[in-house]
């Protein structure tokens, strides 16, 4: 009866031991170079739409915002500003410009052009590329600590210096609402994995 019993747990440990190998095929790197996890906050990140009130930690929020700060900027000169808009009195002005889903947190971005570099070939101003390139790492940061985030542009930016005086000596690029997804619309919506193929997009020389 012992030896029936050893025999049957060692059997139970080789089943064991198979779902675990099964389950390892599931954690395989899909890509040859660097990291699956970093491909997968690129791939689960999407738009959303409605946010519960749900706050924000302050340690997500300071990370999200070193992000920010380490972005890179044409020339090293960054030219862009941040303004972290959340308290209940701040959103309601915000909102009298966008409604931003609700989100508990909206990061502003701005830029000066005079701070920013300029390319001396045909004058253009990196000022906007480089507060797009800081709103890509705040947004994609924010996806690596959990948080539903969505890229606003549809707003009247004199509104939002009006309102937000702060903001007043500074082109106002972009928004970005952060928080928890509401259970009913926070989900992505059907544009989500609509993406152009890669041979629609790159050509090779």
Known sequence: MKKKFFSRLTDLTKVKD???????????KKHKYGSDAFMNILQSR?????????????????????????????????????????????????????????APVVLVVGCRNEEAWVRPSDGINAAKTDAAVVLSHLMLTATDAGL???????????????????????????LLAIGHPSATD?????LHDQRKKLEDIVTEL
Request: glycine share 6%; hydrophobic share 35%.
């Open 148 to 174: 539903a985030n969505m890229w606003i542009w549809d707003f009247d930016p004199s509104k939002v210096r009006e309102l937000l005086p702060e903001t007043r000596n500074h082109g106002i690029y972009g």
């Open 46 to 102: 999407y738009s959303c739409h409605s946010f519960n009130h749900h706050p924000v930690s302050a340690s997500k929020l300071e990370m999200i915002l070193e992000a920010g700060r380490l972005a890179p900027s044409a020339g090293n000169c960054q030219p862009v500003r941040i303004w972290v808009v959340k308290s209940e009195e701040a959103l309601a002005r915000l909102r009298q410009v966008h409604p931003c889903y609700g």
């Open 18 to 28: 198979r779902a675990a190998f099964a389950d390892v095929e599931q954690h395989i």
């Open 186 to 190: 926070g989900r992505p919506t059907e």
